[in-house]
């Protein structure tokens, strides 16, 4: 046990927690102690290429080798997470998506108030550095993430031909796509400037790192959370091997969707037969965690083009974005339709796809431990479209993506569609089947210790029942926001760092 008592400690740099421990450590007179299991990068200039390189996603190099079993029918896939400070938001794709008014209005109507829209909005525009539209009430700019979108000359061919095909598809044109009352084709908002990645490690550590009040301890796996009694009061770590315990008077879990539910189970708290499997004695039996797993299904049309030089695995990977809504569905933009430059992971074929994607599910899916040990990946299932409102509408939204590869500008640059074979003949029910089969995950997983009264913390992320043990990052969404997860993420870090700094005593003891 370290005889250092820091105020508190954040378990995870990433989207959430690297922003937590920027907001708390502004006031110098509080102690901040940031663990992260992966390594640590001071500079741009010592970060490794696949971080600075935003045109594409880094899937290993800095990765926690997980996977996944998207249905009950699909083959187990890899399910990239970032380890190293950054998180996640250091090797994404870089969207800059945030969900809908009504995504927090519904948070807020479950038993979260603070989290309305109108009290999230704020935070959304603090992060935020919106090159385009910093000017209006909607959008910040002077925050730490630099947000743009590319102009016509800067998109690639193929995104160009997509977002023709799209205007003679008949979507309306929208420039931004983060417009609250939007939806239409056009640029994707990105949070990169050229090539470089605006990770919160470099948005927000960059800058915080100098405060002699904030420490970060890279390189360092966080076991469990140590309690005495009702209260925590600490975490056991390993680094290299040595394990022991660091001491604080607040423990803020951000160690991201699939990691802080199993930090919470290995401590005690998850269902009491999930504990028991594995002889964890039980702290709570917190039924939420890990049960009520949310994330945007997703299958893409794969097409060759004719004229090779097109696909160019250096160019960015994804550029534009199609928000929009399914017919007869009362939720706003449960649609996304986007296209790939080329085929994300490499490999040999000439292709670039068009993904449908559901923004918003009803289907949830699971994450259980696979055992008790720290090193052990979890067990997670998506059960994606069980739910037939989820499958009927990702059977429409895939259709669509088909016809964009059928239309006009886009049209004339592909060769063959190559998936699904056009030998098949697409019944409802083969399309059905296909999905069933074949859908992958956006990469967003959320609500594994979701907020609310019936879930796993209070709407300030303290968990239900202790004191001193604080969750905040894309485990608490209640549900999936209706846009990719980063942005929000880094608007919980905003939420919970700014409530840490300014209601430290009243909120969380400190
Ligand atoms: C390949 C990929 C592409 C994506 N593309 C986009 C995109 O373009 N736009 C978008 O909006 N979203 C995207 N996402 C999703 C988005 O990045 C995540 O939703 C978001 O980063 C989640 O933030 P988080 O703080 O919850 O978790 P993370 O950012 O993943 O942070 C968790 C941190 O905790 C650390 N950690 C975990 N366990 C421990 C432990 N036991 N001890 C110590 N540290 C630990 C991890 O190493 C990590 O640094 C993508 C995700 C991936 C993986």
Same mark, same amino acid.
């Given at each position: 046990?370290?005889?250092?008592?820091?105020?508190?400690?954040?378990? %995870?740099?990433?989207?959430?927690?690297?922003?937590?421990?920027?907001?708390?450590? !502004?006031?110098?007179?509080?102690?901040?102690?940031?663990?992260?299991?992966?390594?640590?990068?001071?500079?741009?200039?010592?970060?490794?290429?696949?971080?600075?390189?935003?045109?594409?996603?880094?899937?290993?190099?800095?990765?926690?080798?997980?996977?996944?079993?998207?249905?009950?029918?699909?083959?187990?896939?890899?399910?990239?997470?970032?380890?190293?400070?950054?998180?996640?938001?250091?090797?994404?794709?870089?969207?800059?998506?945030?969900?809908?008014?009504?995504?927090?209005?519904?948070?807020?109507?479950?038993? =979260?108030?603070?989290?309305?829209?109108?009290?999230?909005?704020?935070?959304? =525009?603090?992060?935020?550095?919106?090159?385009?539209? %910093?000017?209006?009430?909607?959008?910040?700019?002077?925050?730490?993430?630099?947000?743009?979108?590319?102009?016509?000359? !800067?998109?690639?061919?193929?995104?160009?031909?997509?977002?023709?095909?799209?205007?003679?598809?008949?979507?309306?044109?929208?420039?931004?796509?983060?417009?609250?009352?939007?939806? %239409?084709?056009?640029? *994707?908002?990105? =949070?990169?400037?050229?090539?470089?990645?605006?990770?919160?490690?470099?948005?927000?550590?960059?800058?915080?790192?100098?405060?002699? &009040?904030?420490?970060?301890?890279? &390189?360092?796996?966080?076991?469990?959370?140590?309690?005495?009694?009702?209260?925590?009061?600490?975490?056991?770590?390993?680094?290299?091997?040595?394990?022991?315990?660091?001491?604080?008077?607040?423990?803020?879990?951000?160690? %991201?969707?699939?990691?802080?539910?199993?930090?919470?189970?290995?401590?005690?708290?998850?269902?009491?037969?999930?504990?028991?499997?594995?002889?964890?004695?039980?702290?709570?039996?917190?039924?939420?965690?890990?049960?009520?797993?949310?994330?945007?299904?997703?299958?893409?049309?794969?097409?060759?083009?004719?004229?090779?030089?097109?696909?160019?695995?250096?160019?960015?990977?994804?550029?534009?974005?199609?928000?929009?809504?399914?017919?007869?569905?009362?939720?706003? &933009?449960?649609?996304?339709?986007?296209?790939?430059?080329?085929?994300?992971?490499?490999?040999?074929?000439?292709?670039?796809?068009?993904?449908?994607?559901?923004?918003?599910?009803?289907?949830?899916?699971?994450?259980?431990?696979?055992?008790?040990?720290? *090193?052990?990946?979890?067990?997670?299932?998506?059960?994606?479209?069980?739910?037939?409102?989820?499958?009927?509408?990702?059977?429409?939204?895939?259709?669509?993506?088909?016809?964009?590869?059928?239309?006009?500008?886009?049209?004339?640059?592909?060769?063959?569609?190559?998936?699904?074979?056009?030998?098949?003949?697409?019944?409802?029910?083969?399309?059905?089947?296909?999905?069933?089969?074949?859908?992958?995950?956006?990469?967003?997983?959320?609500?594994?210790?979701?907020?609310?009264?019936?879930?796993?913390?209070?709407?300030?992320?303290?968990?239900?029942?202790?004191?001193?043990?604080?969750?905040?990052?894309?485990?608490?969404?209640?549900?999936?926001?209706?846009?990719?997860?980063?942005?929000?993420?880094?608007?919980?870090?905003?939420?919970?760092?700014?409530?840490?700094?300014?209601?430290?005593?009243?909120?969380?003891?400190?």
């Amino acid at each position: 046990m370290s005889d250092e008592l820091f105020d508190l400690i954040v378990v %995870g740099a990433g989207s959430s927690g690297a922003v937590i421990a920027s907001r708390a450590s !502004e006031d110098p007179r509080r102690s901040v102690l940031l663990v992260e299991a992966g390594p640590d990068y001071a500079d741009t200039s010592q970060t490794p290429f696949d971080l600075v390189n935003s045109h594409n996603n880094s899937y290993t190099a800095h990765d926690w080798g997980f996977s996944y079993q998207p249905t009950n029918l699909g083959a187990s896939r890899p399910f990239p997470r970032g380890r190293v400070t950054g998180g996640s938001s250091a090797v994404n794709t870089t969207i800059a998506l945030r969900g809908l008014p009504e995504d927090y209005d519904g948070w807020a109507a479950a038993g =979260n108030p603070e989290w309305a829209w109108k009290n999230v909005l704020p935070a959304f =525009n603090r992060l935020e550095r919106d090159l385009d539209f %910093g000017d209006k009430p909607y959008h910040g700019d002077a925050g730490p993430i630099s947000i743009r979108r590319y102009e016509w000359d !800067e998109l690639t061919r193929v995104h160009q031909a997509w977002l023709e095909a799209s205007d003679e598809l008949g979507y309306p044109r929208c420039e931004d796509a983060n417009d609250p009352e939007g939806w %239409g084709s056009g640029p *994707h908002p990105m =949070n990169k400037i050229g090539r470089l990645r605006i990770s919160t490690a470099i948005g927000y550590l960059s800058a915080a790192r100098a405060r002699p &009040n904030l420490r970060i301890r890279a &390189n360092t796996t966080t076991r469990k959370v140590v309690f005495e009694g009702s209260r925590a009061v600490g975490i056991e770590v390993e680094t290299d091997g040595h394990v022991e315990v660091l001491r604080a008077r607040a423990i803020v879990l951000s160690a %991201g969707a699939l990691q802080s539910p199993a930090i919470l189970m290995r401590s005690g708290i998850g269902p009491r037969e999930e504990l028991g499997r594995h002889s964890i004695e039980v702290r709570s039996d917190a039924r939420s965690v890990g049960t009520r797993l949310s994330d945007h299904p997703a299958l893409a049309v794969a097409a060759t083009v004719k004229d090779p030089s097109l696909l160019d695995p250096d160019q960015p990977i994804v550029q534009t974005i199609l928000r929009y809504t399914a017919p007869d569905s009362d939720q706003r &933009n449960d649609l996304q339709i986007e296209a790939f430059s080329f085929s994300p992971r490499g490999g040999n074929l000439n292709a670039f796809a068009v993904a449908a994607v559901l923004e918003q599910a009803y289907g949830t899916g699971t994450l259980r431990l696979a055992s008790a040990d720290p *090193h052990a990946a979890p067990i997670v299932e998506q059960k994606f479209l069980e739910d037939e409102r989820d499958l009927r509408r990702l059977t429409g939204c895939f259709r669509d993506a088909m016809r964009f590869m059928e239309t006009g500008p886009l049209a004339a640059l592909v060769e063959d569609v190559v998936f699904p074979s056009p030998e098949r003949e697409l019944t409802d029910d083969a399309v059905r089947t296909l999905l069933k089969k074949l859908s992958a995950s956006g990469f967003h997983p959320c609500a594994t210790g979701p907020m609310g009264p019936d879930g796993a913390v209070d709407q300030y992320g303290r968990l239900h029942g202790a004191e001193g043990l604080v969750v905040a990052d894309a485990s608490i969404m209640p549900t999936v926001p209706r846009a990719n997860t980063n942005l929000t993420s880094i608007m919980i870090g905003e939420m919970v760092g700014e409530w840490v700094r300014k209601r430290g005593s009243e909120l969380y003891g400190l």
